[in-house]
């Protein structure tokens, strides 16, 4: 505040006579305002601190209005991008953030796995900004592709993601140099303490164990129910 204004302004002085003697000083006058949020001094209606704070919720909420469009920059196959923000979870997987640092999807097929991890992938996706869908028998396939000189790189967007939602663990070929490369991934994503969602139609007893003690230090979710992609008909009913 300009050091003679609260003179100036003591003195009654009327607002063109007020105006006149500011405009004979140099130094700007700054007119106070207090944080309409948490109170604090500012030149605004909201301090520099919430006014940063407003932008970002309205950026993340911005972000997730178009989910479909940021399931399909994710990789997520079209089939599962009519997942929605609003699709229900569990209470305890809803606020996943990351911590700890997996959730495992484990149940027979057709339960429902991976739309219920495409949901988390999109939802904490963008919140953070970036996210990665692959399932493994696509990342060895890559992989080798990337052996043989073609360039993918995709072994290292797994990686390195925000978030990374590897399916179908367990239904890629069995061998040694695919439990490597798989191995790779999970273990440079656990040290690394990288949200990583995984889904396999496999209990973590039929999982490598050097993985399945990884996966176990998250969170882990077992589905149950029959194949909902099977149309069951009643044996009375004509077909």
Not at 203 to 229: C, K
Request: net charge neutral; aromatic share 6%.
């Amino acid at each position: 505040m300009h050091r003679h204004l609260p003179f100036l302004l003591a003195s009654g002085l009327a607002s063109h006579e007020l105006d006149a003697r500011l405009d004979q000083h140099s130094e700007p006058v700054l007119i106070k305002h207090w944080c309409s949020n948490c109170g604090a001094e500012a030149t605004s209606e909201l301090c520099f601190a919430c006014e940063g704070r407003e932008l970002q919720d309205d950026e993340r909420r911005t972000r997730v209005v178009d989910f479909a469009s940021w399931l399909g920059v994710f990789g997520v196959p079209s089939r599962y991008r009519s997942v929605g923000a609003d699709w229900l979870l569990p209470p305890n997987i809803r606020d996943w953030r990351g911590d700890p640092w997996s959730l495992t999807v484990l149940g027979p097929t057709g339960t429902g796995k991976t739309s219920l991890a495409v949901a988390v992938l999109g939802r904490l996706g963008a919140y953070l900004g970036d996210g990665f869908f692959i399932s493994t028998p696509e990342l060895i396939r890559a992989v080798v592709a990337e052996i043989r000189g073609r360039r993918s790189r995709v072994s290292e967007r797994a990686i390195e993601a925000e978030v990374l939602l590897l399916d179908d663990l367990g239904s890629e070929r069995s061998g040694e140099f695919s439990l490597s490369e798989i191995s790779s991934v999970i273990c440079a994503r656990y040290d690394r303490i990288k949200p990583t969602i995984v889904t396999s139609n496999l209990d973590l007893d039929g999982i490598e164990p050097r993985l399945a003690s990884r996966l176990a230090s998250g969170v882990v979710l077992r589905l149950q129910g029959r194949d909902r992609r099977i149309k069951h008909v009643d044996r009375n009913e004509t077909v």
